[in-house]
Nanobody, 115 residues
Framework: QVQLVESGGGLVQPGGSLRLSCEAS????????MGWYRQAPGKQRELVAR???????AYADSVKGRFTISRDNAKNTLYLQMNSLKPEDTAVYYC?????????WGQGTQVTVSS
């Protein structure tokens, strides 16, 4: 099992930026891939961005060009840089990985985009 702890959420105005962090309890070099998901009230959880162990990335169409996922293997930390935030980005953001066949999720961090 692996524990994931997200941080960096908060309240930001439209057009603003936030950087989310997800620290893992073990070396992320052992993970094939990591991802960020989000869930808005009344909606299903959706994939926002994903990064492989080799650094290949994939993004939801709704965030392409605005969000950047990255990983720091030395710090066992996954990041999500979010720029040009919109009200529709408001959600709880979760970090995810699958380790030895077990899906692991963080507790989530709230992102609210509002003026």
């Amino acid at each position: 099992q692996v524990q994931l702890v997200e941080s960096g959420g908060g309240l930001v105005q439209p057009g603003g930026s936030l950087r989310l962090s997800c620290e893992a309890s073990r070396s992320i070099l052992s993970f094939n891939a990591m991802g960020w998901y989000r869930q808005a009230p009344g909606k299903q959880r959706e994939l926002v961005a994903r990064i492989s162990s080799g650094g290949n990335t994939a993004y939801a169409d709704s965030v392409k060009g605005r969000f950047t996922i990255s990983r720091d293997n030395a710090k066992n930390t996954l990041y999500l840089q979010m720029n040009s935030l919109k009200p529709e980005d408001t959600a709880v953001y979760y970090c995810n990985t699958n380790y030895l066949g077990f899906d692991s999720w963080g507790q989530g961090t709230q992102v609210t985009v509002s003026s």
